[in-house]
């Protein structure tokens, strides 16, 4: 829905907040947020409107974001048990060498 004429630039930074009528149905208000939970008048009857609560227009998160958060929460709470060790071995761990060969000793 468009702001009328005259009002658009003033209009520009201020909220929409969505109002129902019991005669005419739904309509939008812009207003100020000192202003959002007061009564509105119905543009069509001018009736009394109700103010309609909406959740928030929040713009979701993109998948990999989400499965890294939800990983990094779990790891936190509740750490993966390992049980034996995965992956391939080292290179010096196949030569039979208990230390890598940087360690004094080997």
């Not at 907040?17 to 008048?41: K, L, N, Q």
């Not at 998948?63 to 071995?89: C, D, I, N």
């Amino acid at each position: 829905m468009r702001p009328p004429k005259g009002e658009a630039r003033r209009l520009i930074r201020l909220p929409v907040y969505p109002f129902t009528c019991p005669t005419c149905g739904p309509f939008d208000v812009w207003r100020g947020m000192s202003e959002a939970s007061a009564p509105a008048h119905c543009p069509t009857c001018h009736g009394e409107g109700r103010r309609v609560y909406t959740p928030p227009g929040l713009v979701r998160t993109p998948l990999s974001v989400r499965r890294g958060r939800a990983l990094e929460e779990k790891s936190a709470h509740e750490p993966a048990v390992v049980r034996e060790p995965t992956g391939r071995p080292l290179a010096f761990a196949r030569d039979g060498h208990r230390n890598p060969p940087w360690v004094a000793g080997h």
